[in-house]
């Protein structure tokens, strides 16, 4: 089976969850080129709806993106990061799989968010984003605050040697309104602690 993202769209990563919460898996990714984001619908057969595609913004190129519930209304969020505009894009998602307008913020000059993920990394319950620059050679840390908005704490200054994307799958419990997810790992001289993990 071959799901077609447009010509020229350059699709660079993806993620799997349930965007219009029907309880069936469906498939984001962002389209580089093309400037958008594209989205799936799972039909529960191995089958998908055609590709729906929200723009971002003129020549941001995304090229990394996950997914959370960002404003803690059990819906789907996406995070991208952008390989050309210096910043990152949040939109919020609604209930039927449509999103809301982006929001975005700015990282370090030449940053090229090549990795990112979501989790909550400071134990507030909250989720947080962490980018891998691949230019300015740091990771970026956006603190989210509950209602979809976040809090700048830009910068480690670790050294990170590559960035470097690897993928596993988990399942996170159903009642916290998300599906199977990707997670990003980066090399750097920053140790890395994963706890309470079943795969």
């Known amino acids: 089976m071959i799901l077609e ?3 020229n769209s350059r699709p660079q990563s993806l ?3 349930d965007f219009n919460n029907d309880g069936l898996m469906d498939i984001g990714l962002v389209n580089s080129r093309a400037h958008n984001i594209g989205i799936f619908l799972g039909y529960g057969d191995i089958s998908f709806g055609n590709q729906i595609t929200y723009s971002t913004y003129p020549y941001l190129y995304p090229c990394s993106m996950a997914v959370g519930d960002f404003n803690n209304d059990t819906r789907v969020d996406i995070v991208f990061a952008s390989c050309e505009s210096d910043s990152v894009g949040i939109v919020l998602g609604y209930e039927n799989g449509s999103f809301g307008n982006q929001m975005m913020y700015p990282t370090r000059s030449n940053s ?3 990795s990112l993920a979501a989790e909550d990394i400071n134990n507030d319950t909250i989720l947080d984003i962490v980018v891998a620059n691949h230019d300015t050679n740091y990771l970026g840390v956006l603190l989210g605050q509950g209602n979809g908005t976040f809090a700048s704490n830009y910068g480690t200054n670790e050294h990170i040697t590559m960035a470097q994307t690897v993928i596993f799958w988990y399942k996170r419990p159903r009642n916290y309104g998300m599906g199977d997810h990707i997670a990003t790992m980066v090399q750097t001289t920053i140790p890395v602690t994963m706890a309470q993990m079943t795969i």
């Open 112 to 114: 090229s968010g090549y």
């Open 5 to 7: 993202t447009g010509n």
């Open 15 to 17: 993620v799997i969850s």
